[in-house]
Structures are given as structure tokens and as C-alpha cells.
Nanobody, 119 residues
């Protein structure tokens, strides 16, 4: 079955950096676009970044452009989110996402990883 497991969150000071990882299993990772979302308390989940199946195309929310970078390693079935110049408003739970088109078609999410940026 489709599984996504995030890691790499933590507490960091404003201006610092973190690298999130999402290990995927149960599907042909290399064939799927992957996404990172985040959700802060009281707010809707928002799309942060996405990357095409072979990494040739990436997109970012305006709020993170120039600071965050999404990448993937198809040999390791892993997608990454490098976060630089972090701000307190980046504090959220970050989720990895894939829309799986096989049996059990639908959106799949990891358990999330907490990122807290102190001012």
C-alpha cells in the first residue's frame, strides 16, 4: 500500500535552515508528481511546492519562492524540501502528498513533521 513517511522537522531560529525528507513506498514513485503541503493551527492546508515525476519541473507558493527548494531522488524513492531563511510564519506541520492513480486511487498523505521557527 501507498506509504509516505516524513522526517527532518524540528525547532530552528528565524533565519535558519531545515531539510525535510519524505520516504515513499508501495507505488512506482518515479512516475508520480510529488507535493509538500503545510498546515498551521486554525489555517487550511496549503500547497508549498510540487515537483514533476522526473524532477524537471517545480512550482512554489509565492510565500516560499527563493527560500525553499523541492527535489527528489528516484533511486531512493525520496522527495526533499530544503528550507532556508526560515521565518516564524513558516511554523506548521509539513506533509508529503501524492495523488495515486492505481488501485485505491486518491490522495495519500504522510503523518506530517512539525517545523517550528522561533523569532
Amino acid at each position: 500500500q501507498v506509504q509516505l513517511v516524513e522526517s527532518g522537522g524540528g525547532l530552528v531560529q528565524s533565519g535558519g535552515s531545515l531539510r525535510l525528507s519524505c520516504a515513499a513506498s508501495g507505488f512506482a514513485f518515479r512516475l508520480y508528481n510529488m507535493r509538500w503541503y503545510r498546515q498551521s493551527p486554525g489555517k487550511e492546508r496549503e500547497l508549498v511546492a510540487d515537483i514533476s515525476s522526473f524532477g524537471g519541473s517545480t512550482n512554489y507558493a509565492d510565500s516560499v519562492k527563493g527560500r525553499f527548494a523541492i527535489s527528489r531522488d528516484n533511486a531512493k524513492n525520496t522527495v526533499y524540501l530544503q528550507m532556508n531563511s526560515l521565518k516564524p510564519e513558516d511554523t506548521a506541520v509539513y506533509y508529503c502528498n501524492v495523488f495515486y492513480a492505481g488501485p485505491g486511487r486518491g490522495n495519500y498523505w504522510g503523518q506530517g513533521t512539525q517545523v517550528t521557527v522561533s523569532s
